[in-house]
């Protein structure tokens, strides 16, 4: 059975500061992971997906990598800024059927001014 | 712009009555579409995968007679809460699947309140 895990829970940072968001998945079997950002009470918002084929994407200040051998992703935030403030989840897909997303518990992210 | 829209966006009933929420794709059709539920400081947790022309495909736990889902087209799913209690009081999410790389893109959430 498929865990996804995120850590750390919560992180607070100072304005300006690079930050590194971890998750981890225990079947290394996966399709694409993809990293989602949710704002209280709010939807989620796509980020970016990686393909299993692939070793990483970028988007702006937003760099994510895969390992899928070792079953790690990390999310890089660059410079952060407080409108960066929000619970990031990373999901994984085992194929390509289907659809099912299998989510970590989330990092809640509070940037300080 | 959004892809995705529900409605409404938060609900309040009583104990004993049915809500139903929609989930629209706006951008483009969706032949699969996706119930995930969240409770407060939790993840989310997939109810069920909605299929156009066919019947929901429920993950286990989930009471299919009491979430009925209904996908009646390529751009609408909906999700009926039936005789709702409290403890169905949660953040509800759609979500929908675009082809090729299987990308998913999410609807901004219905919050139930069940009184």
């Given amino acids: 059975k498929q865990e996804v895990t995120q850590i750390p829970a919560a992180l607070s940072v100072p304005e300006g500061e690079n930050l590194v968001l971890n998750c981890s998945f225990t079947d290394s079997a996966i399709y694409n992971l993809?990293?989602?950002?949710?704002?209280?009470?709010?939807?989620?918002?796509?980020?970016?997906?990686?393909?299993?084929?692939?070793?990483?994407?970028?988007?702006?200040?937003?760099?994510?990598?895969?390992?899928?051998?070792?079953?790690?992703?990390?999310?890089?935030?660059?410079?952060?800024?407080?409108?960066?403030?929000?619970?990031?989840?990373?999901?994984?897909?085992?194929?390509?059927?289907?659809?099912?997303?299998?989510f970590g518990q989330g990092t809640e992210l509070s940037v300080k001014p | 712009?959004?892809?995705?829209?529900?409605?409404?966006?938060?609900?309040?009933?009583?104990?004993?009555?049915?809500?139903?929420?929609?989930?629209?794709?706006?951008?483009?059709?969706?032949?699969?579409?996706?119930?995930?539920?969240?409770?407060?400081?939790?993840s989310l947790m997939l109810m069920a995968t909605s299929n156009e022309g066919s019947k929901a495909t429920y993950e286990q736990g989930v009471e299919k007679d009491k979430f009925l889902i209904n996908h009646a087209s390529l751009t609408l799913s909906t999700l009926t809460v039936t005789s709702a209690h409290p403890e169905d009081s949660s953040f509800y999410i759609c979500s929908v699947q675009r082809?090729?790389?299987?990308?998913?893109?999410?609807?901004?959430?219905?919050?139930?309140t069940v009184t």
């Fill in chain 2, 99 to 112: 082809g090729g790389v299987r990308e998913q893109y999410f609807g901004p959430g219905t919050r139930l």
């Fill in chain 2, 1 to 42: 712009g959004a892809v995705v829209s529900q409605h409404p966006s938060w609900v309040i009933c009583k104990s004993g009555t049915s809500v139903k929420i929609e989930c629209r794709s706006l951008d483009f059709q969706a032949t699969t579409m996706f119930w995930y539920r969240q409770f407060p400081k939790q």
């Fill in chain 1, 34 to 102: 993809q990293w989602f950002r949710q704002d209280p009470g709010k939807g989620l918002t796509s980020l970016l997906l990686i393909q299993s084929s692939q070793r990483e994407q970028t988007s702006g200040r937003l760099n994510a990598s895969l390992d899928k051998s070792s079953g790690r992703s990390t999310l890089y935030i660059a410079a952060s800024q407080p409108g960066d403030s929000a619970t990031y989840l990373c999901a994984v897909r085992r194929d390509n059927q289907g659809g099912k997303l299998i």
